[in-house]
C-alpha cells in the first residue's frame, strides 16, 4: 500500500487516501419512508385543520 507524506512544518504528515474499513452508515428505505411518511401526514393534518377554520369563520362562526 503506498503511502503519501506531505511535508508540514518542518514535519511529515501522512495522508490517508485509500481503503476505509470502517463500515458507512447507510439509512434504510423503510427508514426513509416512515420520515417522509410521516411528515406527509401532518402537513396533510395541518391543511385539514387550516381548511376547517377557514371555512367556520367564513360560515360566521
Avoid: D, Q
Avoid at 12 to 31: C, I, L, Q, Y
Avoid at 33 to 42: E, K, N, P, T, V
Wanted: no cysteine; glycine share 10%; hydrophobic share 55%.
Amino acid at each position: 500500500m503506498p503511502a503519501h507524506f506531505t511535508v508540514f512544518g518542518a514535519s511529515f504528515v501522512r495522508e490517508a487516501h485509500g481503503f476505509n474499513p470502517a463500515p458507512r452508515r447507510k439509512e434504510s428505505v423503510a427508514t426513509w419512508g416512515f420520515i417522509l411518511g410521516s411528515l406527509m401526514l401532518a402537513v396533510a393534518t395541518v391543511a385539514g385543520v387550516t381548511a376547517s377554520s377557514l371555512a367556520a369563520y367564513a360560515a360566521g362562526f
